[in-house]
């Protein structure tokens, strides 16, 4: 598979035509700023976890993000109902393992919600997920102490257990789904000094799965996104603190020369 | 009624001089946005929803702001008591029913919360008042499916039904209280682009009828603030992300001259 | 005892060299600002505050900082669990009163906190000092009603009583052990105008404590680069909506030039 910046750009217009509903059941850090990307990008975000509402709720929506960065037993539950309930609307759900590796709560959380609704994407970092695949690894903290390639067998192994695509983002991003491994190398090093960039890249996932049922390509297409603009937020930065500023300003005002400027062809094996 | 911006401006430094404490319970998405705000303005916010203490701190505050943007069964019981304790003590509430109509569980909590103690101001965008109301309408999880002005109706039976001012955020907002109503024309395109600033214009209303007990007056004002600020904002951004920054310079730098010198004459009638 | 710009310096580089792991159970309103200071400063920072796995996430970190901004009685037991873990371990505990004198709950739930586990440092503003010492005095919410140096005689009997360090902030911040008081005298008018900096300092003061044993020292470390960052994010800010975002910034780029350069002699007795 090849992917190609005009393809890139008409999922970005798509994105910008229907603002399709992201429905985001996330954590406490990054609230605000998953919500300020996902309207930048031209998706419409709701963020809503009460067990009362999260069935109703996600039938409105074209895409469920579930990220357990700040969880709680309380939590949990709506986070099972609306996976259950996309899962049977067919509702691509993107599953943000925050921690896993971290804690044996963190770990156990995913594993029981992803033995119940199977997710179409899997986004982390490389110790997180080879935390669900089962490999002993300690996570630090929300931060990962691997490479995203040390954990290619174990998104490889995830991808099949649950049939998803799995990405592993890092220096180089490793999206696959058992079958083929894309490699995205768009980024900056500011990036992971920025937090809950992660947590962004797994938002845009929703909204670009929103728009495109090829999942695979959907994924690569969204971080992508993430690592152009991130690109173009870093020449205007002077920190991370203005990085995050122009991140959102890149995400609301990138058009198709700048993705073709940025391109670099994703490796694809 | 003729709102004048020699008014205005007597209001904000009033804000500034006698920096009234704002109480808000809140949504997580916007906790710090609307913090800011309020600070930047000249208020004194603080958010606190526990049942153990709201009553205490509700007492020692000029206004109270119930949000129920991220609302969830434990925080319903910190908003009816807190809303209890501002109605007996004559403290304004300022309602915001973020995604009335989106789930039935945020539509029956609004209007039980609002049995119990009647507002001051209800501000929300046309799906969530003409939900109140009871219109038969879809919000799209917290984005409004309606122009501020297809709620008119809804929001002059609302202003009778609670004896309140209703405040539908738009391009143009609308401003009654069942008898009066105003049109602020002020803003700016980019505002929707940002998580919140709804949520922002609630809380700043509360810091306004802390200081003016004209309730359906001060609301005018503080969307007027918001309005203009917008405006000045936008000159400045480059995208929704430094226009968030730039409106948080301007409510703290705004001034008389700019007040004028942005001015659009509410309409009303 | 006299601080050097030197040693400070050292300490930072030490942050950046090992990225300590903070560990924060802290309130919904700085969450994200919170954890982008640590970020930048070269800290890694977590939040996490369920029962189910605080005790496990705090033997991985290297301070632990707990803020009771946004109390609710589901976080408490989380706090207590993950202080009394942390005792156990030697890692030090950074205790923010946010808020206590505002309400019985707040100044009830601090001193039951602080029995269990003694803090390494308490840092809060001069009313929250003063509320913990047992002196009648308002807290107005979440802002002081009195400065740094009517907390004095508060702070020392704080000091005495927990073994702890004291560091009262405002516009000059007093840090004591009991025996020496430092007096830190860096610092910009805007810095109350932004929400959360108090919570900001108190989060960094856990990341200086992880890296320098001499816990006076590594608060008057932090307070330092409080204040410095924040005279440098004056510099570039036009209002608090900039400050915040060159906070973050300066933070990430302060070196020994700058350090030296905005050097103010702490007064020690």
């Not at 963190?106 to 199977?118: G, H, K, M, N, P």
């Not at 220096?171 to 809950?196: C, E, F, S, W, Y």
């Amino acid at each position: 598979m090849k992917l190609k910046f005009k393809n890139l750009s008409d999922d970005l217009q798509k994105v910008r035509d229907t603002a399709p509903l992201v429905h985001n059941i996330t954590n406490y850090v990054v609230m605000n700023n998953t919500a300020n990307a996902l309207l930048s990008i031209g998706a419409s975000p709701v963020m809503a976890h009460a067990a009362e509402e999260v069935a109703e709720m996600v039938t409105l929506a074209s895409a469920l993000v579930i990220n357990i960065g700040t969880l709680s037993k309380e939590w949990i539950s709506g986070m099972a109902i609306a996976m259950a309930a996309a899962h049977e609307k067919g509702i691509p759900i993107i599953f943000d393992p925050v921690g896993a590796g971290a804690t044996e709560f963190r770990t156990r959380t995913c594993l029981s919600l992803l033995e119940r609704a199977a997710p179409a994407v899997i986004r982390g970092n490389a110790s997180e997920v080879m935390a669900l695949a089962g490999d002993c690894v300690q996570t630090k903290g929300v931060d990962s102490s691997a490479a995203a390639s040390d954990a290619e067998s174990a998104a490889l192994a995830l991808a099949k257990k649950y049939d998803c695509v799995v990405c592993v983002s890092g220096a180089i991003d490793l999206i696959t789904d058992g079958r083929q491994t894309m490699r995205v190398r768009n980024g900056h090093a500011l990036m992971p000094k920025v937090t809950g960039l992660g947590c962004t890249a797994t938002a845009l996932i929703g909204a670009f799965c929103a728009v495109n049922k090829d999942i695979l390509v959907a994924t690569s297409h969204a971080m992508m996104v993430m690592g152009i603009c991130g690109e173009l937020a870093a020449a205007q930065a002077t920190g991370p603190g203005s990085f995050q500023v122009h991140l959102i300003d890149a995400f609301y005002n990138l058009n198709a020369e700048q993705v073709e400027a940025h391109w670099l062809d994703p490796e694809a094996k």
